[in-house]
Nanobody, 115 residues
Framework: QVHLVESGGEVVQPGGSLKLSCAAS????????MGWYRQAPGKPREMVAT???????NYADSVKGRFTISRDNAKYTVYLQMDSLKPEDTAVYYC?????????WGQGTQVTVSS
């Protein structure tokens, strides 16, 4: 059984920064693409950023230049550094990972950007 556990979500003021982490645990013999998605109230879930096993990255236009995704394969962990946060970044952030050729999701972590 594989689990993804996110951490790092909290309330932050506009212009502030946060770093989210997501660690995969369990019996892991293959770790593929990893990423972050988010869902705001009343809106569909959207891709924020993804990172392939080789390190290539992809970002939503709304976060380019402000968010940075990275991964530590030895720790089965993916990170999302979020800078210059805006109120519209408020959402539940979900971690995604392709583990052992199957898709897994974390439980979500709330990020609230508010003064």
């Amino acid at each position: 059984q594989v689990h993804l556990v996110e951490s790092g979500g909290e309330v932050v003021q506009p212009g502030g920064s946060l770093k989210l982490s997501c660690a995969a645990s369990g019996s892991i013999f293959s770790l593929g693409a990893m990423g972050w998605y988010r869902q705001a109230p009343g809106k569909p879930r959207e891709m924020v950023a993804t990172i392939a096993s080789g390190g290539s990255t992809n970002y939503a236009d709304s976060v380019k230049g402000r968010f940075t995704i990275s991964r530590d394969n030895a720790k089965y962990t993916v990170y999302l550094q979020m800078d210059s946060l805006k109120p519209e970044d408020t959402a539940v952030y979900y971690c995604y990972a392709l583990v052992n050729f199957r898709s897994y999701w974390g439980q979500g972590t709330q990020v609230t950007v508010s003064s």
